[in-house]
């Protein structure tokens, strides 16, 4: 499956990501880049990152890590914009999403994940679960409690469905993999973004789903714009 890695503040983070991945997935065939940074040059750095393949954490060639195989810029242009170009190169396949400033902990088969998605086609994704980062999530003592304590029980409809907990409540850009066509429309535009991308799905049909247990680390700054 194709992996999509956003990023924005320069190499470290995606080395470290990438790193993490070699070390605990597995279904991961080609992997893309799109970057917003607005400095020119960490394309071309992220470019040379590709072309070495080493897990940068142990300085090790990774012989069974698939190539990098493009990288894209957007300018810095902003979350809007860049996510606009994670739909085009997505366009109608399934394809797994990840921020840069996630850290894979624990093992993850993304082909799993990809054919219980294609078992339950009326799921936009299937997302992996981090710890509680936002203020509320702390005092909620988790991330999912946090999500039904801001927008209620009735409108989040948590369910335990086949092995998963299924939700109405948010569309994640947190790592998850997407469903075959979601991106397909692109990207809504405008401020909270990612809140009219789980409007635009829900009256489509769409309900999202978590895996169970925490599974990613997450501790980046909300530094971009454009959301």
Not at 155 to 179: H, I, K, M, S
């Amino acid at each position: 499956m194709k992996l999509i890695i956003g990023s924005y503040r320069g190499v470290e983070l995606v080395q470290r990501a990438i790193a993490s991945l070699e070390r605990n997935a597995r279904g991961i065939t080609s992997v893309e880049i799109v970057d917003d940074s607005p400095d020119p040059s960490t394309p071309f750095a992220l470019r040379d990152l590709a072309l070495t393949n080493v897990d940068w954490t142990n300085e090790r060639e990774l012989p069974m890590w698939p190539t990098v195989h493009k990288v894209g810029g957007t300018g810095g242009k902003g979350y809007n914009a860049a996510m606009r170009a994670v739909c085009a190169v997505a366009g109608a396949d399934m394809f797994i999403f990840w921020e840069e400033d996630f850290v894979l902990t624990e093992p993850v088969d993304f082909n799993q994940l990809g054919w219980d998605l294609q078992k339950h086609p009326d799921w936009a994704q299937i997302a992996l679960q981090r710890g509680p980062w936002f203020p509320n999530e702390k005092a909620a003592g988790g991330m999912l409690p946090g999500l039904v304590q801001r927008l209620g029980i009735d409108r989040v409809q948590l369910r335990n469905e086949d092995g998963y907990l299924t939700q109405r409540g948010t569309f994640t850009c947190n790592p998850a993999v997407w469903q075959r066509g979601i991106a397909r429309r692109g990207w809504p535009l405008g401020q909270w973004s990612e809140d009219k991308m789980r409007d635009r799905l829900i009256r489509r049909g769409y309900r999202f789903a978590f895996a169970p247990g925490v599974r990613v680390m997450h501790d980046g700054v909300r530094s971009g714009h454009g959301y």
